[in-house]
């Protein structure tokens, strides 16, 4: 996966200003010590008279909703399910940038109407349309969005939400290193996305390699049409890579602190960086164990500089 350095640079770009607004729409739905936190909208905030649970109560019924979710994919794709996917990823897509769009216009009357107003479309652009820019442009703010409902539902139902989101870091960089070394899983569904779906959840930006660059160029010069069928490769970074890390520091940030929550963000995005670095071109890699142990590194060393 040793992209041009363009590529490269460009999805450490829009993985890190993911996490920084993941940062900011969290800290606008989540109490601190100074602000009480505005509720989450269309009904996501969890219920007060819930009590919390231990650390491993709730890792444990993550883990059961995480591996329904799985084996109802799995199902969805067996029996070609487009139409279903396709409109359970808008009705997702539409709730989670409307809960980061209404993280800014917050303090106006009627916030949470007025982003889903531009939300709406927004997701079907991307999920009908098909857009790339549009694509990418919302992957910036979904998946701030859907940190936030998990960092509100993991400080409310836990006691431990810190000892609770490292816990779930490592068992799904465990299932990400199986599914894709192993059972070859994630690269079956990043292909059924791609190519049956038209739906993929991360970033996704297409490029030319050499050779088909001179053909092109070639093509252009002589005006004649190209009947060679040029390659277009893919740089992509699944939604799961770029979501859970904010989590994390989105839940350090309320804990401990900004400075500590911004150093998780740039370890991440440093391992991350380490990743692409040491890849391979075509070849599929699961980001998460190096992102989730850049996180760590970096979780340690705040605590031992502020």
């Known amino acids: 996966m040793k992209h041009t350095w363009a590529i490269t640079l460009l999805l450490l770009a829009m993985f890190l200003v993911t996490q920084l607004l993941g940062l900011f729409v969290i800290s606008q739905y989540s109490p ?25 109560d709730l890792v444990i019924s993550f883990a059961i909703a995480f591996a329904f979710v799985v084996f109802l994919m799995l199902i969805l794709t067996k029996y070609k399910a487009e139409t279903f996917l396709r409109i359970w990823f808008f009705a997702v897509v539409a709730l989670a940038l409307g809960i980061s769009l209404n993280s800014v216009l917050i303090y106006f009357p009627y916030s949470s109407l007025f982003a889903l107003i531009i939300a709406l479309p927004l997701a ?3 999920i009908f349309k098909r857009n790339l820019l549009v694509h990418n442009l919302t992957e910036l703010l979904i998946y701030p969005g ?12 836990t006691s431990a939400p810190l000892v609770a989101i490292i816990v779930i870091l490592v068992l799904i960089s465990l299932y990400d290193m199986y599914a894709v070394w ?30 088909e660059k001179k053909i092109l160029v070639k093509t252009a010069k002589t005006k004649k049409s190209n009947d060679k069928k040029v390659k277009v490769g893919v740089a992509i970074l699944g939604g799961g890579d770029v979501v859970f890390p904010i989590i994390l520091a989105g839940i350090v940030f309320l804990q401990i602190g900004l400075l500590s929550a911004l150093m998780v963000s740039l370890g991440a995005t440093l391992a991350l960086a380490t990743l692409f670095y040491l890849s391979e071109k075509g070849k599929f890699y699961p980001a998460m164990p190096f992102i989730t142990t850049g996180c760590f590194i970096a979780l340690g060393v705040s605590r031992f500089i502020i």
């Open 124 to 126: 079907f652009f991307k």
């Open 146 to 157: 859907i940190a936030a409902i998990f960092v509100v539902l993991l400080t409310s139902w």
């Open 32 to 56: 601190s010590p100074t602000e009480p936190g505005h509720e989450l909208p269309y009904g996501m905030e969890p219920p007060e008279e819930v009590r919390p649970r231990s650390a491993i």
């Open 182 to 211: 192993h059972a070859g899983f994630m690269q079956k569904m990043a292909v059924y996305q791609i190519q049956t779906l038209k739906v993929f959840t991360g970033f996704f930006v297409p490029y030319v390699g050499k050779k």
